[in-house]
């Protein structure tokens, strides 16, 4: 469940995982910085460059990942053409999907051990305070590689209900997924307490 790295070897899962987290939080701060369509297309560009370098098998299991963002983006549409605000939509829309590709380059071409390590560090200072730095990293790399996870459950289920059921599935499969999301916790806690607990 926690493999989400790609298996396809790029440049990218060379770098060091704190160069890589550094340089996503600098295209964060840039792309926020960018308020027209045009400037912000062309930084999506570059991001497909990116992925692009990697090879059409990364760049496909890129793009595959960043499925679950059509849901918000297809309310984001909807609401800005109520509101007449199409300009705004695509802006906000474009840099949602950049910033969002750029951290799942980051999380596809970095180890979950290299994550921690590095939240590890950052939270060091947290720890006069009493709060474990390694609980605390721990918490936070889970929390990144559970998301895509459990959206990929979803799916799942919605499938199953679907090859069941004529209707849509709806709130229905809130149920199912929250038990499969205890199950999955469940199953990391084991596998931390077999190998030593969260430190």
Do not use: C, Q
């Not at 996503?24 to 497909?48: Q, Y």
């Not at 199953?160 to 990391?188: I, K, Q, S």
């Amino acid at each position: 469940m926690l493999t989400l790295t790609s298996p396809v070897e790029t440049a990218f899962h060379r770098l060091p995982a704190g160069t890589k987290l550094a340089a996503l939080a600098l295209a964060a701060v840039l792309l926020f910085r960018l308020g027209t369509p045009a400037a912000l297309g062309l930084a999506l560009a570059g991001v497909g460059a990116l992925y692009l370098a990697g090879g059409a098998a990364f760049a496909r299991h890129g793009l595959v990942m960043l499925r679950p963002l059509w849901p918000v983006l297809l309310i984001l549409a909807a609401w800005h053409l109520a509101t007449g605000d199409v300009r705004g939509g695509l802006v906000v829309g474009l840099r949602l999907v950049a910033a969002v590709a750029l951290a799942n380059l980051v999380t596809m071409t970095t180890r979950l051990t290299d994550l921690i390590a590095v939240a590890e560090r950052l939270a060091a200072p947290l720890g006069r305070l009493g709060l474990p730095p390694r609980r605390l990293a721990l918490a936070l790399a889970l929390a990144i590689r559970f998301v895509p996870v459990m959206t990929d459950r979803l799916g799942t289920i919605r499938e199953a209900w679907r090859a069941r059921a004529p209707r849509r599935p709806g709130w229905r499969v809130l149920l199912p997924a929250t038990l499969a999301a205890l199950e999955d916790a469940d199953r990391v806690a084991e596998a931390l307490r077999a190998r030593g607990g969260a430190g």
